[in-house]
């Protein structure tokens, strides 16, 4: 429970954390200061009422989400506002938390499968990036407790060190959601992460049979045109890893750098910025012409750029046009699910490129060179 309005008169009590010990004690006749904070965990039962057993027998595939631990231990990308928008930062995960998690799906699966046996199960950990203790605590547990055929879905920042890992995610039926965001020369949000480091965690993940969801960002502001060259041929790079694309324009949000220091990325910010409309809307698709596209792509990020936003608009633009080519197909939505997709090889990502960049080839060669010699 947790309250940011003035309380009502018959308001009692603010418990912070798991309420159910809380509610039951007090029916118990116990005594409880009027701000109380429960230290114990959730108690992690998992029961079905009569109406959703009937539901299960007719699903085919189930996607649930398990909470693990909140916000992010790297918590810096312009663009996030994860941390401020949780206000609980439990942030680590101790061994014996990552034992009841696995555990508990263990019974849940049990649960569901029992009432349909072709029943397709996965749990997706609700915290954002996992870090390396955490992940070694969850892949503990699942190697020791882990019982049944279900997957797991962890989303994580490309950093080398998750490498190491891969074998025991692919043997535990693990995917990795990873926050690639742009596969740029040059940090321009603040991830911390370099086109080695996406590139090869992606390849490596391939060769591990780890499935990847890739989660990517367009139309940030001061990206040129060797960031979107970089961004287009990291994709081709490694579109084959992928098993699901969520290809978004950036919008700005309240709470985070970016709106926090405007002058910093020389945009002017609207006062609200849409919540919906990721990606190419279909007044943009059927508008040949630019001004149109313009006011279409500035109503979807909340933000124009104080110089140059014609010509950053046309870049993003062809951006989009060339991923479809690459996606091989248009992600109308945030989240594409490929069926499958080929490996490229670099001379069709060249073609690519050339096709919706023509005047730069020869920086389109050198980019292409580094990006393929990434193992
Ligand atoms: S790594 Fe993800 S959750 Fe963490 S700050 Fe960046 S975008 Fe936010």
């Known amino acids: 429970m947790e309250v940011r309005e003035k309380p009502r008169s018959d308001f009692q009590y603010t418990v912070v954390g798991p309420g159910e010990y809380f509610i039951d004690e007090i029916f118990q006749g116990h005594k409880f200061p009027t701000f109380y904070t429960e230290k114990r965990l959730a108690a992690l039962e998992f029961k079905l009422t009569d109406g959703y057993k009937d539901l299960v027998k007719t699903w085919k ?3 649930l989400s398990l909470k693990t631990f909140e916000g992010c231990y790297w ?4 663009f996030c506002t994860y941390n401020e928008s949780y206000l609980n930062k ?10 009841i998690l696995i555990k508990t799906m263990n019974g849940i699966n049990k649960t569901l499968t029992k009432l349909n046996s072709d029943l397709s199960v996965s749990f997706y950990f609700s915290h954002a990036s996992i870090k390396r203790k955490n992940l070694r605590h969850m892949i503990e547990a699942l190697n020791q407790y882990k019982k049944g055929n279900y997957s797991w879905v962890s989303f994580m920042r490309p950093e080398m060190w998750v490498k190491k890992h891969l074998a025991d995610i692919g043997a535990t039926k693990g995917i ?13 949000v603040n991830k911390g992460a370099s086109v080695k480091e996406h590139v090869s965690l992606a390849l490596a993940a391939r060769e591990n049979n780890v499935p990847v969801y890739g989660e990517f960002m367009y139309g940030i502001p001061k990206t040129d045109i060797k960031d979107m060259l970089y961004y287009l041929f990291g994709m081709c790079r490694i579109k084959h890893t992928l098993l ?6 950036l919008w700005v949000e309240d709470c985070t750098y970016y709106s ?13 910025a849409p919540l919906t409309n990721y990606g190419q809307t279909e007044e943009e698709e059927e508008e040949e012409e630019d001004p149109k596209y313009k006011s279409g792509f500035a109503a979807v990020s909340g933000f124009t750029l104080k110089k140059g936003q014609r010509k950053w608009i046309g870049m993003n633009k062809k ?15 945030w989240e594409y699910y490929p069926d499958y997709m080929e490996k490229m090889e670099k001379s ?25 010699s990434i193992s």
Request: hydrophobic content about 40%; overall charge negative.
């Open 319 to 333: 951006f989009l046009q060339a991923m479809e080519v690459v996606l091989e197909g248009k992600p109308e939505t």
């Open 244 to 249: 699901c694309v969520a290809l978004g324009q």
């Open 176 to 188: 990795i959601d990873i926050g690639f965001e742009i596969i740029s020369y040059r940090d321009v």
């Open 75 to 78: 918590g810096k990308c312009y």
């Open 348 to 372: 069709e990502a060249l073609k690519i490129a050339h096709t919706f960049f023509p005047k730069e080839k020869e920086l389109s060669y050198e980019i292409a060179d580094h990006v393929w």
């Open 90 to 99: 439990q942030k680590s995960l101790s061994q014996e938390r990552a034992n």
């Open 260 to 272: 926090k220091n405007p002058d910093e990325f020389d945009i002017t910010l609207y006062d609200v």
């Open 61 to 63: 595939k189930v996607s």
